[in-house]
């Protein structure tokens, strides 16, 4: 999943940053207002998290353009600001949630799984393909009733597969949503992650559409 950090404080949103990405996150950052809202116009994100004290444009006014132009994104806003007048101001221009600094990390990415549970994003927070069960909120992954222990990336992939179960997904799609805007290392390095995937999950689930992509399906036999 791929999530977009507007903070100005540069030492915060790489902090954030670093936390959301060993969580198997996709994280992009950009420091003003302007800059989120041309990423957020433009790029395909599961969440925002948005400051409201930004410069070149306050947060507000992003969650305001995004909403009028249709992007139902979930945003959370962040603000050193504390009141009731500042957190409707915020709802009311089309926030989902809203968190006062200085915050603890642990309630931040419980309210990130919150928003994004709520979003449904297609898919329910548990999915099962065959024998195999993707707890999204646990991050869990089991097979024939055994866990199997992958790596934040590995679960990002495995997750996107998942959503789409049955679909061919292309690299591309899995680089979009499982890497940074910023990778641009080779693309093959999906091959990678889907051979580890297979080695740990066994034979049968992955298919490799030959020039096209891949396609997770309930194995037989």
Known sequence: MRVLIVEDETRLARSLARGLT???????????????????????????????????????RVCAALRAAGIETPILMLTAKDG?????????TGADDYLTKPFSYVVLVARVRALLRRRGSGAAPELRV????????????????????LTAKEFAVLEHLAVRAGEIV????????????????????VEVYVSALRR??????????????????????
Request: hydrophobic content about 40%; cysteine-free; glycine content about 14%.
């Open 200 to 221: 740990k999950l066994g034979p049968g689930l992955i298919v490799t559409v030959r020039g096209a992509g891949y396609r997770l399906v309930a194995a037989h036999g």
């Open 22 to 60: 060993a969580e198997g996150f996709a994280v992009d950052v950009v420091h003003t207002g302007t800059d989120g809202l041309h990423r957020a116009s433009e790029g395909s994100y599961d969440l925002i998290i948005l400051d409201i004290m930004l410069p070149g444009m306050n947060g507000y």
């Open 170 to 189: 292309s690299k591309a799609e899995i680089l979009e949503h499982s890497w940074d805007f910023a990778y641009d290392g080779d693309p093959n390095i």
């Open 84 to 92: 009731e007048y500042d957190e409707a101001e915020g709802l009311d």
């Open 130 to 149: 065959g024998d195999l069960v993707v707890d999204r909120t646990a991050r869990r992954v089991s097979r024939a009733g055994a866990e199997v222990g």
